[in-house]
């Protein structure tokens, strides 16, 4: 599954995702920058966050309750803010954008 990922300077990255795995593993196996992932998936950094492209919104569904939570901890939340552990990958998400913020926490 084709996952576009825009690191933080603006370069865009489309990486071949498995299904099944999160877009955060798709990231950080093919060394997209800005992606951090410290808790390694566990819903509970913040350091995996990132911006859904708004026309991708509904298909990727908003963050549930303690994904919703810990997005607090995420540096300039905005309405697309998702933590990729959270986001597993499935077909429905081929050509998926998802936008790296220039830090985490
Ligand atoms: Fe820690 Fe996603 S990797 S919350």
Known sequence: ?????IEPDGSER???VEE?????EG???NGIRGIVAECGGACSCATCHAYIDAAWAETVGAPA???A????FAYERAPGSRLTCQIEVT???EGLR???PEKQG
């Open 1 to 5: 599954v084709k996952i576009i990922y």
């Open 98 to 100: 998802v936008r790296i």
């Open 27 to 29: 990231a950080v196996a």
């Open 91 to 93: 077909d429905a998400l």
């Open 20 to 24: 099944g795995r999160s877009v955060m």
């Open 65 to 67: 309750g303690d994904e």
């Open 69 to 72: 939570e810990m997005l607090d």
């Open 14 to 16: 489309p990486i071949e």
